[in-house]
C-alpha cells in the first residue's frame, strides 16, 4: 500500500487561495491515478479533482474553473491549487491513489489535511 503524505489546509478568508500537496511513498510514475477527495461535516465524501497516469484530469462540477490539479514529476508530488474559496469549500481533503482497475475505487488514502473558508 502506498503511503501519501499531505500537507497545505488551513484557514482562509473566502476569495482566497490555499494550495495542497500529496507525496507518495514511491514514485508517482508508478500510481495509475491520484485525487482529491473532500468531507465536510455530515455530508457524504466526495471526488474533487483526479488526474491519471495519462495526464487526463477531471474535476467536480463545483469547482470546474477554480481548482486546478496537477503533478511535478521531478518533486513527486502532486498538488491541489484551490482559488475564489467558498465557505461551502469548506472540508477535510484527502489525498488518494492506486485506483483498483475492476471497481474504481482508490486503495491508499491519506490522512487529511483541513481546510476552512471564512465567510
Known amino acids: 500500500q502506498v503511503r501519501l503524505m499531505e500537507s497545505g489546509g488551513g484557514l482562509v478568508q473566502a476569495g482566497g487561495s490555499l494550495r495542497l500537496s500529496c507525496v507518495p511513498s514511491?514514485?508517482?510514475?508508478?500510481?495509475?491515478?491520484m485525487a482529491w477527495y473532500r468531507q465536510a461535516p455530515g455530508k457524504q465524501r466526495e471526488l474533487v479533482a483526479m488526474?491519471?497516469?495519462?495526464?487526463?484530469?477531471t474535476y467536480t462540477d463545483s469547482v470546474k474553473g477554480r481548482f486546478t490539479i496537477s503533478k511535478d514529476n521531478g518533486k513527486n508530488t502532486i498538488y491541489l491549487q484551490m482559488n475564489s474559496l467558498k465557505p461551502e469549500d469548506t472540508a477535510t481533503y484527502y489525498c488518494?491513489?492506486?485506483?483498483?482497475?475492476?471497481?474504481?475505487?482508490?486503495?491508499?488514502w491519506g490522512q487529511g489535511t483541513q481546510v476552512t473558508v471564512s465567510s
Open positions: 488526474t491519471t497516469r495519462a495526464g487526463i484530469t
Open positions: 488518494a491513489a492506486d485506483r483498483n482497475p475492476y471497481d474504481m475505487r482508490f486503495r491508499s
Open positions: 514511491g514514485s508517482i510514475f508508478s500510481l495509475n491515478a
